[in-house]
């Protein structure tokens, strides 16, 4: 079955970049209409969008963090990333990654989540 676990630095200081590691396991990230989705979800509230990548390698971003994310892939590894630049306080949040319905971008098949905290 298809297995997602993400990875990366558990603390960032402030102004630095965030870099998260999605690796996927029993389906490779360009299978056909698959989509990949990074989440986040803020300590005692809901989830927020920060983007996708599809199986074609085209990327969208949610309009309030375009600014300052990039989601790429490694194909080789298959393996999703993020970077979120010149983060705050205000980033710290469980960030997730997601397989997506093949139609809609609604995750369906999540990762573990991994917390992040951005303090000096």
């Known amino acids: 079955q298809v297995q997602l676990q993400e990875s990366g630095p558990g603390l960032v200081k402030p102004s630095q970049t965030l870099s998260l590691t999605c690796t996927v396991s029993?389906?490779?990230?360009?299978?056909?209409?698959?989509?990949w989705i990074w989440v986040r979800q803020f300590p005692g509230k809901g989830l927020e969008w920060i983007g996708v990548?599809?199986?074609?390698?085209?990327?969208y971003y949610s309009p309030s963090l375009r600014n300052r994310t990039s989601i790429s892939r490694d194909t080789s590894e298959n393996h999703i990333s993020l970077q979120l630049y010149s983060v705050t306080p205000e980033d710290s949040a469980v960030y997730y990654c997601?397989?997506?319905?093949?139609?809609?971008?609604?995750?369906?098949?999540w990762g573990q989540g991994t917390p992040v905290t951005v303090s000096s």
């Open positions: 997601a397989r997506d319905d093949g139609y809609s971008w609604s995750p369906v098949i």
């Open positions: 029993g389906e490779s990230i360009t299978s056909s209409h698959s989509a």
């Open positions: 990548i599809q199986f074609d390698g085209d990327a």
